[in-house]
């Protein structure tokens, strides 16, 4: 099978570049071919036969950029002139889309669509959504100057955006990601999309409000690495010597909860924790007592951290979407605190595998966190139940997802197939 993956960055810059790159490797070890399409990059490390990428858009220089900046994050004709040179040549089975707006835009699909016409080619078009862009435009469902978890596009359209200067509280940015979102839904572009792939269920139940896209979602988490790292957390057999420390890693940003745990944290000063991240409220974690702040942390150093903290803790507060790193705590047996939002209550099993609090009370986060230090029984239950606990390796996820490329999750019909 010819897989075609389109995703506006093609090196590592986060969690959907990951996804990227770690699901293309093993469907090559699976037999298939794939190929990449998106923007050129010094950092590029994946790309394509035809050699055909879009331009880098930097729009901080220049004042022909900053002229034709509205223009081409709402449609690019070059965009759409280089994906179909890769798609003449490559010939792909499956077009696979991950994050595309802005950069790519949506244009792009109504060159996938023209081809499937031009060629009769039976081509699938699936869609990963990493994040709420096509229900949202700011892409989080949340406006950033309130702090507010906001439905209001979804309920009432994307003029709400503007509104509300939901894209980093800019009035032209908010402007333009209406004009987006409302655009491409008055043409229906969205229409030729055959499958929508949600990391959570939650996801899912938000994009199926939008009849365009009911009955074309699949719910299906995402991978913890791979059938060798189940193998070595098996074979570690609970042997990890557990150490006196609760553990926060991840981003440190307002709707990530970070406040709200600092102010936990001042309330049980007996309690040492350890921060592992990066971000605008980093000097306010530096200044807490009895937090240490080791900085960002990755690879093997990361993995030791998160196999001997006591338990971890995810305290976000805006909707969540399936995060990485309560499935990688839980895959290292470290039981999770985390926040009753979004998708985090889909991973963390309320009295197995840890405890979850309404988001954004500090007094009740503060009660599940002294109840888990001071009831080491019911910790090293949770421990245990955390080593028992497995979620899907990438090999895994990937016969899951040829199984999607091939037509089979069911929408054709109607129904509605979720993978738990």
Not at 306 to 335: D, H, K, L
Request: proline content about 3%.
């Amino acid at each position: 099978m010819k897989i075609l993956m389109v995703n506006k960055f093609l090196y590592p810059n986060g969690g959907s570049e990951t996804y990227l790159f770690e699901t293309g490797k093993q469907l090559q070890k699976m037999g298939h071919e794939v190929q990449y399409f998106g923007m050129e990059h010094e950092g590029r490390i994946v790309g394509n036969h035809a050699e055909s990428y879009t331009s880098g858009m930097d729009f901080h220089s220049g004042k022909l950029a900053k002229l034709t900046y509205p223009f081409r994050i709402l449609y690019s004709t070059e965009a759409r002139r280089k994906i179909r040179r890769v798609l003449d040549d490559f010939q792909p089975d499956v077009v696979h889309l991950n994050n595309f707006n802005f950069q790519l835009t949506p244009s792009i699909l109504m060159e996938i669509e023209k081809y499937r016409k031009q060629t009769g080619r039976a081509v699938r078009i699936l869609y990963t959504a990493h994040d709420y862009q096509l229900v949202c435009p700011n892409h989080m469902m949340r406006i950033l100057g309130t702090g507010e978890n906001c439905e209001r596009c979804l309920e009432r359209g994307f003029w709400q955006c503007a509104a509300h200067r939901c894209i980093h509280n800019s009035r032209l940015r908010s402007v333009l990601g209406s004009m987006e979102g409302e655009l491409y839904r008055r043409l229906g572009t969205y229409r030729c999309l055959d499958c929508m792939i949600c990391p959570s269920r939650f996801m899912k139940e938000k994009l199926d409000q939008n009849p365009l896209f009911a009955g074309k979602t699949v719910a299906m988490h995402n991978f913890v690495g791979g059938a060798e790292d189940r193998a070595i957390h098996a074979g570690d057999g609970g042997t990890t010597e557990k150490k006196e420390y609760v553990l926060y890693f991840g981003r440190f940003a307002e709707e990530k909860g970070i406040r709200t745990l600092l102010n936990a944290c001042g309330k049980l000063p007996e309690i040492p924790f350890i921060f592992a991240g990066s971000g605008p409220l980093e000097a306010e974690v530096s200044r807490a007592d009895n937090v240490k702040n080791l900085g960002f942390q990755t690879g093997d150093a990361l993995k030791k951290l998160i196999a001997e903290a006591a338990f971890s803790i995810y305290p976000s507060e805006w909707y969540e979407n399936c995060p990485f790193s309560v499935m990688e705590s839980i895959s290292c047996g470290t039981p999770v605190v985390g926040a009753d939002i979004g998708g985090i209550p889909e991973l963390v099993e309320q009295g197995r595998t840890g405890e979850l609090f309404a988001s954004g009370d500090v007094d009740e986060l503060c009660d599940k966190i002294w109840k888990l230090w001071n009831d080491r029984q019911l910790l090293s239950e949770y421990t245990e139940n955390c080593r028992k606990k497995s979620f899907d390796t990438v090999e895994e996820y990937c016969e899951k997802l040829v199984r999607l490329y091939r037509g089979k999750n069911g929408a054709e019909n109607g129904t509605r197939i979720v993978y738990s």
